[in-house]
Structures are given as C-alpha cells and as structure tokens.
C-alpha cells in the first residue's frame, strides 16, 4: 500500500479543524493519558486503532484478495475494511470524540503547549475583532470540559473576554476539544509572552519573542503572578471605546449613554488590584467570623442560612 | 469589485440599485432620489470629488455615457465615494435613521462577535470623519465596543461613509431600542479554579460598576441592567457568570 497521511494529519487538515494540532503517537499510547476515555467513548478500541491507524485487530479470516472495502470512504485515498457489525461511519465519530478527547488532555500537558505555541505564534488562531486589541491574537478554548455543551470559543488575552469564531466552520467544532483550562495554562506556561497587538509582520516566534523582550525590559514586575506588562493590556484607560456625538461625549446621563466602561477598565497601577485582593481576604475573613459567632449564638439563624443556600 | 458597465445592456439598472447590490455593500442604504438632487445636501462636497458633476449625474443616472473608458472608470470611482459621504449624511437624517433601523433589526450588520452579547445585532461606525483614514467598525450596543468586521470585503470601506456619530445619534433619538446591558462576565479557570489575577480585575471592575449604578441611582436614571428590575424585587442574586 502506498504511503498515505496519519489518520491524525488528516483530521487535523480538515475544515474547521485548524485549532487542533496533532497529539504525538507517544501521548496516545501513554495508558495514563487515556484513563477514563473508555467510558466516554463507545466502541472504544476500535476508535482508537483508527486514530493511531493500527490495522484492525481481526480475528477473521485475512484474505487480501477478497477484502471488502467500504464504498463510503470518509477520506479520500483511504479505506476501510467493511467488517460484519462494524459501522465504519459510526466509528469514525468515534474517533473523532476520541481524539477530541485526548486533544484536551494533551494540549494542557508540556509538550502539548510548546506544540500551541508553535500554532499560536503562527496565528493558527486568529485575532481579536475588538479594535482596541489591535489584532491580539487569541486562543482556542471551551467552556465546558465535557462534549456536547457548547462549541469552541476565542480568549483573548488582552482584553480577557471571549469571543464566536470569526469563520461558520468553527462553530461545529465542540469546545470539550480544547476545554476550559487551556488559555490560563497557556498563559502561564509563557508568562513573558506579550499578549498585546499589534503584531505587524511578526509571524512567527521569532516575532513574539523579539517583541516580548522588548517590552519586559523595564516593566516586569509580577503582580498577582502575572508580569504587568502582560496582563490585560488591551484594558484601561486609552483603551475604551467613547460613544461620541459630533466629537462630544454622550453623557453617562443620558438615557442611551455609557454603562459598560466598567467592563474595558482596569487600574493605571496595577498593584491597585493587589490591594482590592487584600481587602477582599479580610472582607471573607470577616464574614467567616461573624457566621461562626451567629452558629454559636443562634443556630436557628444558621439553619435558615443552610437552607437558602441548600436551595 | 465590478465596474459598472454603461454600455451592456443591462444598462436599465439604476447605478443605485446596482451599487446596493454590488458584494460588501450590504451596509449601505438607499439614498432616497430628494435627498441627492437637493444640493443643500451636497455642500462642500465639490472639493471632495473629483469629476463632481460627471459624478452626480451617474449616482443620479443621468450621465452621458459618451465617454472615453478612463473617464468613466474615474467617474465611476467618483460616485462611489460621493454616494458614500453623502451617505454619512442621509444616515443621520430621519428618514435614513429610520432604513438603517431596519437593517439593524434585520441583522444586516452582522452580530457582535463577544460571546456574552449573545448575538447581538450591531451597528457600522466610522473612527472618523474625515474620508480615507480608517476602515468601517462595527459599534456593539450591548457591551459599548468596537470590532473589525469579520469579512474582509466589509473591511475595506470607508468608515466616513457612516461617520463617528451615526449609532449614538440613533440610540438618541430611539432610546427604546438600546438594548438591555448585561452583567455576565467570563470567568477564566484552570482546571476548575478561577484565575487569581482575572478573578481581581473582574472585582475591581464590579466596583466601578456598581459606583457608576449608585451615581445613576442618585440621579434617578433607569440604568439599563437587568439588576434594575430585580432590585425591586429584592432579589439580590442577580450576578450570574460562567
Ligand atoms: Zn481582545
Ligand atoms: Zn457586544
């Protein structure tokens, strides 16, 4: 048989699966990396000797002239022996869970990572449409770890919202793939990484990098474990969008004015946030004192306590 | 984009209809013919144009077609601008006002690409007036932002074709079309537990907010959260996030 791409490769070349990249043979047949997985996805085996392109375990009778092959070939120049009770279309779904699946665990192991990286400082994942990033590029993520909930959305890192997929073809792609903790693993796995855009003619690594080391100089102290200068700096003040009517601002009073510059805000000092934090520990503090004290005095108030929040 | 050709013999069509139709200009709206042949409309857009009046005439189909093909193409390119600055003009008029309402119902301008806006339908905004600086924004009236249009074809026109001013003078003078305001934030995690750093910005953020309620509250101005309603209610469990 002639040479023919990875099962993998071709996912991955697929339309709208241009977020993925390719999990490494290694990862996949790790066991540990795969636990669970089995009660997730029916016909388990099988799907993963289809990803892995592991010729069917068969315990029939192998006769290469009389092999059936199946006429509903699901990529094109490959094909798959049609066995008795075997639907191949079904676990080709399979398998694309599957490795979905094993997408969202590898990408948030370490060599997983550097593989994003490589995708993300190649733009792999599109920009911010919010001017005032000024083409921060984003990254892949989900709400929901589990498949079925919702599709893949866009993090942005400069302005720490999210966003639909520019292009129909992403919004089939589940966001279980990618899952909820990648953009935050991603970010802190490069902490000197400028987040920022624009990022004019800077596509590659080289780039980023440049760019990142440009910036730090000067500017690198940490603040809530993230360098400052890399923290939302598509926020704040010069970054928020003024509703004007012929160059005057409309005033927060008036009926359709201005009520959501709160959300594009962030402090000038950023070691502001560092002193809310600190207010808000002895804020918890104290209202855990005071519910230990009414548990003590009053236990009937602390049961009316649990019920509303047993609701 | 397609010239538009005179001399085939399509001719019949209107430039109008023609420019309407042509791809990426599923902004525009259709100047009404009053508003274009009344030249108090038109000040000070001589300077602006070359071929002014070979222009004028194509928008308003009048033009002699009988002209050398370098000609027309310019003044082809003429009209397209001429129409798009004075399409700055109509938008802001109530008569435009009230086509560019429909086509912000009907979702013409595409919707706002923030995942907690849920969808909603945006506006075209200019960063300036002044023709030839910037490209076309879209104006979110939801969350108050600005985004790049996701098509490439929409990117490239004129943002003083639809000025600085034109959403907010349509929220002024349709207030009740100001959608409600949302309060939902999005939560980073890491393997389930909130993002220290985010999690701080996104209280501090809170606090304005709800500075900005008590200073609207104190003026006795409806905010527009939902929050305004559920106050009344008592219910004080109004923040809902992801
Ligand atoms: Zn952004
Ligand atoms: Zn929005």
């Known amino acids: ?311 | 984009m397609d010239e538009y050709d005179t001399t085939s013999s399509s001719y019949v069509v209107y430039w109008r209809d023609w420019f309407l139709a042509a791809r990426g200009h599923e902004y525009f709206c259709e100047i009404d013919e009053e508003y274009l042949t009344d030249r108090f409309n038109l000040t000070g857009l001589q300077s602006e144009v070359t071929y002014y009046n070979h222009a004028l005439d194509l928008v308003t189909d009048v033009f002699d077609v009988d002209c050398k093909d370098e000609v027309r193409e310019q003044v082809d390119k003429s009209a397209r601008h001429l129409y798009g600055l004075v399409h700055a003009r109509y938008i802001i008029t109530s008569r435009g006002l009230s086509k560019m309402c429909d086509k912000y119902k009907r979702g013409d301008f595409g919707r706002c690409p923030r995942v907690l806006c849920h969808g909603q339908t945006l506006l075209p905004v200019g960063l300036t007036d002044v023709p030839g600086q910037s490209p076309v924004k879209l104006f979110c009236p939801k969350c108050e932002d600005i985004y790049t249009p996701k098509s490439s074809r929409h990117s490239a026109i004129d943002g003083a074709y639809f000025g600085t001013s034109f959403p907010h003078i349509l929220f002024q003078v349709y207030p009740q079309l100001v959608p409600e305001k949302t309060e939902e934030r999005f939560v980073q995690k890491c393997f389930g537990f909130k993002v220290h750093s985010h999690a701080a910005l996104s209280r501090w953020q809170e606090e304005r907010k709800e500075e900005m309620l008590a200073r609207l509250r104190g003026c006795n101005i409806r905010t527009g959260f939902p929050s305004d309603v559920v106050a009344e209610r008592g219910d004080t469990n109004s923040f809902r996030s992801w």
């Not at chain 1, 490494?24 to 990803?51: C, H, R």
């Open chain 1, 1 to 311: 048989m002639e040479e023919q791409d990875s099962w993998i490769a071709h996912f991955c070349a697929m339309p709208g699966h241009e977020y993925f990249c390719e999990v490494s043979d290694d990862f996949i047949e790790d066991d540990f990396n795969l636990t669970g997985l089995n009660q997730m996805v029916p016909n388990y085996k099988q799907a993963l000797e289809m990803i892995l392109d592991v010729e069917a375990s068969s315990d029939e009778e192998d006769d290469p002239e009389d092999d059936e092959y199946d006429s509903r070939q699901y990529y094109s120049g490959r094909r798959y022996r049609n066995r008795a009770n075997v639907n191949i279309e079904a676990i080709h779904a399979n398998a694309q869970l599957l490795y979905g699946l094993i997408h969202q665990r590898f990408i948030t192991s370490r060599n997983g990572i550097q593989v994003m990286y490589y995708k993300y400082a190649h733009n792999h994942f599109g920009h911010c449409p919010r001017v005032n990033c000024g083409f921060a590029r984003t990254i892949p993520c989900g709400f929901s770890d589990v498949p079925g909930v919702d599709t893949v959305k866009l993090f942005c890192p400069s302005c720490l919202d999210i966003y639909v997929p520019p292009n129909n073809r992403f919004l089939r792609i589940d966001g279980a793939f990618f899952g909820s903790t990648f953009p935050s693993l991603f970010l802190m796995s490069y902490p000197e990484l400028d987040v920022s855009g624009p990022h004019p003619g800077a596509t590659g690594t080289k780039g980023v990098q440049k760019k990142v080391k440009e910036k730090t100089e000067g500017s690198s102290r940490v603040i809530n474990g993230v360098v400052e200068a890399n923290f939302a700096p598509g926020l704040g003040k010069g970054n928020i969008y003024d509703m004007k009517i012929y160059g005057f601002k409309v005033s927060e009073k008036a009926k359709s004015g201005p009520r959501m510059k709160w959300l594009r805000d962030r402090p000038e000092d950023m070691k502001e946030l560092d002193e809310v934090e600190n207010f808000s520990n002895q804020d918890s503090r104290y209202v855990v004192d005071v519910s230990n004290n009414a548990r003590e005095e009053n236990s009937d108030v602390t049961m009316q306590d649990d019920e509303i929040a047993g609701r």
